[in-house]
């Protein structure tokens, strides 16, 4: 009898060391390798502003309004970027996007004047921003029958990672680039181009969906056979009708503005925590402990969330999250000392991380394995805008009242209004829009293909039983 291989680099049957291994998980760890480098420095915004005030002599508020229209930007590219991966799917987006990341990240570094940090950072880097904050997460949900929230636990923690990972190599480049002006460009090119190269080099192994390799999902029952890939016309005509349905729904219009609430109000956290410490006679290597802190605190809560979401339902864990995001902005009110703000930084954390990262799975639980790329594209935009908005008007607060308590308010009554937005959500036990298809022309509705392989297709992913 001949033994079973230990090892197999078949995609549709890959296998380490014998163990078996869904190349989903594959699919994960290249889409949170390629977040994690594009994302890591707008996440790392605390540590870069008072080096930008410092090294060009500019105001809180007018670097505060690059890394508002950087938000805006992706924001409102948020909903094309989804059209386009539904419409070409993501590999072809990704490598636009790492393209304009590269020339993002090395013009931002030859700049020299304000307007050239809006053109650089505020627009093109972030244009990059919005492909792989869109495409990529819709992309790899369609891998997922069951194990969606482990899955997307293990890609929003990447982002969290971003800062642990992004922070101390940009100060060592710095350092090692002499520090001052000089340090500050070269903590643009370095990661910009190293890591352009290595997205680059990973979308070859990113796949759309299963079918585009011959597979079913995780998780999908052994029955089941290979649905035929929607491409071309057939994709534009379903994106356009799902997605006219989806505006119909309140839940599609709410998720934006939960979107924009809590972005809103976190984004003056993450952009002026180092700030308001070192404003405090904290010294700036300890401000920027406190904000990698928070940076690992929410890593973790990134990681758990969708995977309670996905099994309890995400409506009541997105609401607490949304608590524990508000409550803690208090204590800043009266902190002075370094552990004050440590403490707010792990209190905060928990909430921040689990934010954001049960979006994907309330989308999947309230549509199914629609194409959701532009839906997700719209509250994409909420949160793009939110950030923007937080970010501007609090370094704009600062600069008018001298210190940071009204930008402090601000942030918590946004959050607070994120948390009221959720308790109206609808529950996520039921789907929103069971039989969109039936709007369909019957050549664009979901119908298996004959294929010898033994993987199969994704079906509806299970509404979550909680949330009732």
Known sequence: MKAAPRYSFRLS??????????????????????????????????????????????????????????????????????????????????????????????????MTSLWQFYLFFGIILSASMGIFQVPLTASVTMWFKRHLGTGMGLLQSAQGVGPLVAVPIMLLVIALFGGGLTGLRAAFWVPGIIGGVAILALVRLFYDEPAQIGMRPLGAAENEPVRKMQVGEIAKIRTRVFFKQAQRTLAFWNLIGIHFWGCAGHAIVLVYLVAIAEAEGVSPGLAAGAF??????????????????????????????????????????????????????????????????????????YYGSAPI????????????????????????????????????GLSLVLSLVGVLSIVVLPATSHHQLPDWEEELPPEAQTEPSPTRSTEGQPTQTQPAAGDD
């Open 13 to 110: 049957n890959l296998i380490i060391a014998g163990q078996y291994i869904h190349y989903a998980w594959v699919i994960v760890g290249v889409a949170a390798v390629m977040r994690l480098f594009s994302s890591s420095f707008r996440s790392s915004s605390s540590i870069l502003i008072p080096r930008l005030v410092e090294s060009f002599g500019w105001s809180y508020g007018a670097v505060g309004f690059g890394f508002a229209l950087q938000w805006v930007v992706s924001g409102m590219l948020g909903p094309s970027a989804g059209w386009l991966g539904d419409r070409y799917g993501a590999r072809v987006t990704m490598t636009i996007g790492a393209l304009l990341f590269i020339a993002g990240m090395v013009l931002t570094g030859f």
């Open 373 to 408: 790329g532009t839906t997700y594209g719209w509250q994409m935009m909420g949160a793009g805008v939110g950030m923007a908005a937080g970010s501007l008007t609090g370094g704009a607060l600062r600069d008018w009242t001298g210190n940071f308590d009204a930008t402090m």
């Open 292 to 365: 990698v802190t928070l940076s690992v605190t929410s890593t973790v809560t990134r990681f758990a969330v969708p995977v309670m979401a996905d099994r309890v339902g995400s409506k009541g864990v997105m609401a607490v999250c949304f608590s524990l995001q508000t409550l803690p902005i208090v204590l800043l009110f009266f902190s002075t000392d370094v552990w004050h703000f440590y403490l707010f930084s792990v209190l905060f954390g928990i909430g921040f991380g689990g934010e954001m990262s049960a979006f994907p799975i309330i989308n999947r639980q």
